[in-house]
């Protein structure tokens, strides 16, 4: 029988890791277990990007019952490409956590939680089947729900309250979206649904039911109308932890929007795409508002979240090669230097004693390492040209100019000044100017805290000046992506 | 003031034993008939909150010395262990075996190993109850 157990990897590795880490309560052990897990982890997903570039897409039938009828997991190049970022992003808010989380927390299943929100995220990337993403998803928040209110100050509290209860409503709504799909439809395997949808040629109801999915997946992901949540949530959580949710926790309802808008919804693109293309504009606009209107250098980067899934949303809507390029390119770029610019946010909060912008100052003197990070990491957020956030963000203004959507490329253009123009802001008011007396950071703690933040500035530097060598496997997954033929014949063998 | 409550706990002595015995039958018949890990593990922490509150919380751990975390871990570890065993055997995940064996008294059974997953989901059960009632029990 023609199994690729190395498909499932990704979710297996770390749900073993986390539990063997309930055993074991000295610290010192879970942190090597936990950074081991990442490394075989990391070497893992890699392999997995390549076998997916020679044999094409790789399917595992769980439990050896076919598709349509088992659970099927298929890792196809955008779902190879995202376990891999995620892995790598893990591993760097793994090494920040070592100094920077305490041991309160750390004694508290810490390590046991993270892993397991790793395993939510890629099971999510992976899965082929629409309820046991879901399921993924649940693991995934109950695991950020645990992350959030670890340590348990005042402020996490009430932010945790806020964030549970968005996200069981959403999750309530995921439900019965699903159940109106099934009972429309009648399966629950992806590309069977892809299948049976253009077979009766997306009539009103799957519309309606694609709006609910939009619905879903932008509570998770916070795009315009539904974003209200997330400001005051991820302002609550500690650095490494408020990392790997900005970096990973809205790029996966991001990553659902892409799979059912490309895969499942495509037959009304007249409406769902234009609804979700006008999403996408108003949320970079709502964005842009509060990144320039903060002081606070962790609200002006969680601004820059709500900018980002916008030009997302954007770059979905367009549904031509170029744009669908652009946005895979774009995506695996901004988790990278999201996640690099919540570190480096948090060392500066961290040396300052405070996250007010007002009150720092002068950094450059006593940290120039850390001041030139984060200047290459900010303009490389607003994409400058050799650094990593210009390619993808060209290849969606082109894909706009394409679909011959002016208005949508003028509101992007515009967008990466008012981004250059937020971060700058933290790079001048934070590095520049009269030094302040700081929270001297022992020079031992700033390798662990600087180094994953270089790490991952570096992996960014290299995917900007490296476009064209990685270009073969972005192109490879937008081809899966705008042809869902690909991906049925894969998943469904007849 | 000290309340008198021999009914509850004499009652409880006899009721604890019955509450058990029909969670592992409900348990083992969870593959022909309704039933399975889910609920068994639930009785079973039925039967165990049922002594917590005839007794107290000390009578329970000094009756069943168990770190009720470790019995999550090791559900979790037997329920995975389970799928690994298709892996191994070249596989896919969580593919399950099952045969006919003569055991000695039982005589002809059917032995699957869904069951090794059932007994991975309640110990889990078991595990994530009473560590939720023990430990809002124990705050103050």
Excluded: C
């Amino acid at each position: 029988m023609n199994s690729h157990n190395i498909v499932l990897m990704p979710v297996l590795l770390p749900l073993l890791t986390g539990i063997i880490l309930i055993f074991f309560r000295n610290i010192k052990v879970q942190r090597i277990i936990s950074l081991l897990s990442f490394i075989v982890g990391i070497g893992l997903s890699l392999y997995l990007v390549t076998a997916v570039h020679t044999n094409g897409i790789l399917t595992l039938d769980v439990s050896s019952w076919n598709a349509p009828f088992g659970i099927t997991i298929a890792a196809d190049m955008l779902a190879s490409i995202l376990v891999l970022t995620t892995n790598v992003i893990g591993f760097s808010s793994l090494i920040y956590s070592f100094r920077s989380i305490g041991t309160g927390r750390e004694s508290y299943y810490y390590y046991t939680v993270f892993q397991l929100l790793i395993v939510g995220v890629n099971g999510a990337f992976l899965t082929g089947d629409i309820f046991n993403l879901f399921v993924f998803f649940e693991v995934m928040l109950m695991s950020s729900y645990v992350l959030l209110v670890l340590g348990g100050t005042k402020i996490q509290l009430r932010e945790t309250i806020k964030y549970i209860l968005v996200n069981v409503i959403s999750s309530a709504i995921f439900v019965i979206a699903v159940a109106y799909l099934y009972s429309v439809v009648g399966t629950l395997n992806m590309a069977d649904l892809s299948r049976k949808i253009a077979e009766i040629g997306q009539p009103g109801i799957i519309t309606v039911i694609a709006v609910l999915f939009l619905f879903v997946f932008g509570l998770k992901g916070a795009v315009f109308p539904l974003f209200f949540w997330l400001p005051g949530s991820y302002y609550a959580a500690p650095a490494p932890v408020l990392a790997l949710f900005g970096a990973l926790l809205t790029k996966v309802g991001i990553y659902s929007i892409f799979r059912t808008y490309t895969l499942l919804f495509y037959h009304d693109i007249d409406y769902t795409h234009a609804l979700l293309g006008g999403i996408g504009l108003l949320t970079i606009i709502i964005g842009v508002i509060g990144a320039v209107a903060y002081w606070d250098v962790k609200k002006i980067i969680i601004y820059n979240i709500i900018i980002a899934v916008g030009v997302l949303a954007f770059g979905i809507s367009l549904s031509n090669e170029t744009g669908t390029t652009g946005t895979i390119l774009y995506l695996v770029h901004d988790m990278i230097i999201k996640a690099a610019l919540f570190l480096l946010v948090g060392l500066m909060a961290r040396i300052a004693g405070t996250s007010d912008l007002r009150k720092m100052g002068g950094f450059i003197k006593d940290y120039p390492l850390v001041g030139w990070t984060f200047f290459v990491a900010a303009i490389s957020l607003a994409g400058i040209p050799p650094l990593s956030g210009f390619a993808g963000k060209l290849m969606i203004l082109q894909g706009a100019a394409e679909a011959k959507a002016y208005f949508g490329m003028f509101i992007i253009l515009a967008s990466s000044l008012f981004v250059l123009y937020s971060v700058m802001k933290i790079f001048i008011n934070g590095f520049w100017g009269a030094p302040i007396k700081t929270e001297a950071v022992p020079s031992k703690s700033m390798i662990t805290l600087l180094g994953p933040a270089i790490l991952l500035v570096a992996i960014s530097l290299a995917f900007g000046l490296g476009v064209e060598k990685i270009l073969p496997y972005i192109s490879q997954a937008t081809e899966t992506l705008m042809n869902p033929d690909i991906y049925i014949n894969a998943v469904i063998k007849e | 003031m000290k309340t008198n409550d021999i009914i509850l706990q004499t009652a409880t002595k006899v009721i604890a034993f019955v509450i058990i015995l029909f969670s592992i039958r409900l348990f083992f018949s969870g593959h022909y008939y309704a039933g399975g890990g889910f609920v068994g593990g639930l009785m079973t922490s039925a039967a165990l909150v049922l002594i917590m509150i005839a007794f107290d919380m000390k009578t329970v751990e000094w009756i069943l010395p168990i770190n009720y975390r470790f019995l999550i871990g090791i559900g979790l570890l037997t329920s995975v262990s389970t799928g690994l065993i298709g892996v191994f055997m070249g596989d896919p995940f969580l593919t399950h075996y099952f045969g006919y064996f003569d055991l000695p008294i039982l005589g002809k059974t059917s032995l699957h190993t869904a069951a090794l997953f059932d007994l991975g989901v309640y110990f889990v059960v078991v595990g994530v109850t009473m560590t939720i009632i023990k430990s809002i029990g124990e705050s103050e």
